[in-house]
């Protein structure tokens, strides 16, 4: 049996979490790994209605992914996460719990200047945030904690989908991760 | 790789769907599958927490086992849940998500009388909902809507536990999910 492993992505919103995920799903899919994807819009319905974007709620809501993330991981499937998760002690407290099973934590920080994203900007989110209309909008008006030893770091808003995921399929087989 | 699929207990409090569960789980490793047990009260904590015992919420929490059910067995594990779920329509509605996947769900439905429970009763807590002090006590205060039709009835308050599990291997086994 493939050991499963989690790919956890860490960074702000619009820094590329959801697309690059989607890029490599077919990458690991096409070796004949099972992949599954645990997106922050499709969790929060699934596992955490109700929960507010306050740090309490925000930490319960990556907690679950986080134990929804092991169960599939020591089953042999490739489990990648994509939510902002802005808070490190959480993301800490999840590696712990990997390490514990021996689980692989792979986490990634896709790294892209709030510059960048508000330039970008296709929700025109960042513009009312910026603006003080958004309460709780991670990186302008609630924190973000960037990783700082992440596995993987890749800077989306200077390399192309294809540079970054090369970079992550270049280190997981480094690894032993991916054949 | 093997199919995965969904052991579904239901049953009240105190009718032995964590005890059979625990019983059965040798009996599916020692022919090389990968089982989960999602238990009521680890998921309560892990998913759930803050959740009442009002219907809502109970629906709520089911749905989430449901769906990390589901997550699980359409990758080959084969997942227990072990929760009281006394309301048939959210048992339904999981049972068409997995028949939409192609995910076998099997309903096991742990049938005890409340007079056979309350006798046996370890934590008296049957003593104490009958009394009127706990509310929300499914089949006592509370409903618990019995599946019509489930794939496997065990008689808990009437057979052992090697008699239950048997039924349970038997028809698993006819149905091909089991060699």
Redesign the interface.
Known sequence: ?HKGFILWFTGLSGSGKSTLSEHIIPLFKERGY?V?LLDGDEVRT??S??LTFSKEDRD?NI??IG??AR??AR???ITITAAISPYSAVRDEIRAYCDHEEVPFVEVYANATIDALAARDPKGLYKKALAGEIKNFTGVSDPYEAPENPEIEVRTDLETIEQSAEKIVTYLTSKGLIG
Do not use: A, D, P
Request: glycine share 18%.
């Open positions: 049996m099972k599954e699934n596992l209605k109700g319960i907690g679950r134990y929804v169960l599939l089953n042999g499937v």
